[in-house]
C-alpha cells in the first residue's frame, strides 16, 4: 500500500500505526535542516534508520526519531518492498510502544530543561556508574572516551551525532549519578559580558547623575 503526505496532516504517531502491518521504506524528506531520513519497517518492528542514505547507530536513530516526534512539516512517503541499499544501524525495536515511549523521553527532557547544564560546560569521568537504562548505558559507551579528557554537550552532541538537548540530558542523569563532574564552566560570550558592562554603566551613570 502507498502512502504519501505532509507531517502537517500526518504525525509520526500516525505513520507509525500504518506501518505496523507494512514492509518496506518510509521516507521523510524537506524536514528542518534539510535532512532526507528513511525508516526501513518489517512485521511490526522498525528495523534500521538512515540519515540521507546512511545509517544511525541505535543512540542517533533514539536521537533522530524524537526530532521526528515533534517535526510539524516535511513530505513523507511510503514505499513498499522497500530495502536499505546499504548495511548497518540494524534495529529490532517494535513499532507499537516506540512512539509512546519516544514522547515519554522528551516530556522528561522538558521538565528538567532549566536544570539542564551549559552546552559549554566541559565535563569529565569520575567513576563507572551502573546502569538500568540500556539508552543511557548506549550513550556512556560512546561517550566515555571523550569524558576522559574532557568533554561538553556541544562537542558530545557533534561527535557523537545526537541532538544538543539529549546530550546534555544525559550529562545532567551522569552528573546525579556521581559518574562525570563539571571541571570548566562555560567561558562567558562577547556579547554577555557588553551586555554585563552596559548595565554596569546605566547604574553608574544614574547613580552619579542623581548626586548631582
Same mark, same amino acid.
Given at each position: 500500500?502507498?502512502?504519501? &503526505?505532509?507531517?502537517?496532516?500526518?504525525?509520526? &504517531?500516525?505513520?507509525?500505526?500504518?506501518?505496523?502491518? =507494512?514492509?518496506?521504506?518510509?521516507?521523510?524528506?524537506?524536514?528542518?535542516? *534539510?535532512?532526507?531520513?528513511?525508516?526501513?519497517?518489517?512485521?511490526?518492528?522498525?528495523?534500521?534508520?538512515?540519515?540521507?542514505?546512511?545509517?544511525?547507530?541505535?543512540? =542517533?536513530?533514539?536521537?533522530?526519531? &524524537?526530532?521526528?516526534?515533534?517535526?510539524?512539516?516535511?513530505?513523507?512517503?511510503?514505499?513498499?518492498?522497500?530495502?536499505?541499499?546499504?548495511?548497518?544501524?540494524?534495529?529490532?525495536?517494535?513499532?507499537?510502544?516506540?512512539?509512546?515511549?519516544?514522547?515519554?523521553?522528551?516530556?522528561?527532557?522538558?521538565?528538567?530543561?532549566?536544570?539542564?547544564?551549559?552546552?559549554?560546560?566541559?565535563?569529565?569521568?569520575?567513576?563507572?556508574?551502573?546502569?538500568?537504562?540500556?539508552?543511557?548505558?548506549?550513550?556512556?559507551?560512546?561517550?566515555?572516551?571523550?569524558?576522559?579528557?574532557?568533554?561538553?554537550?556541544? =562537542?558530545?552532541?557533534?561527535?557523537?551525532?545526537? *541532538?544538543?538537548?539529549?546530550?546534555?540530558?544525559?550529562?545532567?542523569?551522569?552528573? =546525579?549519578?556521581?559518574?562525570?563532574?563539571?571541571? *570548566?564552566?562555560?567561558?562567558?560570550?562577547?556579547?554577555?559580558?557588553?551586555?554585563?558592562?552596559?548595565?554596569?554603566?546605566?547604574?553608574?551613570?544614574? *547613580?552619579?547623575?542623581?548626586?548631582?
Amino acid at each position: 500500500m502507498a502512502i504519501f &503526505g505532509n507531517l502537517k496532516h500526518f504525525s509520526l &504517531g500516525d505513520l507509525l500505526v500504518l506501518l505496523s502491518s =507494512q514492509d518496506g521504506a518510509l521516507e521523510l524528506f524537506n524536514l528542518p535542516g *534539510r535532512k532526507r531520513i528513511t525508516l526501513y519497517v518489517s512485521k511490526g518492528r522498525l528495523r534500521s534508520v538512515h540519515v540521507n542514505e546512511r545509517p544511525v547507530d541505535p543512540l =542517533q536513530a533514539r536521537s533522530v526519531l &524524537g526530532e521526528l516526534v515533534q517535526a510539524e512539516r516535511g513530505g513523507f512517503e511510503f514505499i513498499p518492498g522497500a530495502r536499505p541499499h546499504r548495511r548497518g544501524g540494524e534495529l529490532d525495536w517494535p513499532l507499537e510502544g516506540l512512539l509512546v515511549g519516544l514522547a515519554a523521553f522528551n516530556d522528561e527532557i522538558g521538565r528538567v530543561t532549566e536544570a539542564l547544564p551549559h552546552p559549554d560546560t566541559v565535563f569529565r569521568f569520575v567513576r563507572m556508574p551502573s546502569f538500568e537504562d540500556p539508552h543511557l548505558k548506549e550513550f556512556w559507551n560512546r561517550a566515555h572516551g571523550y569524558l576522559v579528557t574532557g568533554a561538553s554537550a556541544r =562537542q558530545l552532541s557533534t561527535r557523537l551525532g545526537v *541532538r544538543l538537548d539529549l546530550a546534555r540530558f544525559y550529562l545532567h542523569t551522569l552528573r =546525579q549519578m556521581g559518574a562525570v563532574e563539571p571541571i *570548566r564552566a562555560a567561558a562567558a560570550s562577547d556579547s554577555s559580558r557588553k551586555a554585563v558592562a552596559g548595565r554596569l554603566l546605566s547604574a553608574l551613570k544614574k *547613580r552619579f547623575l542623581g548626586r548631582g
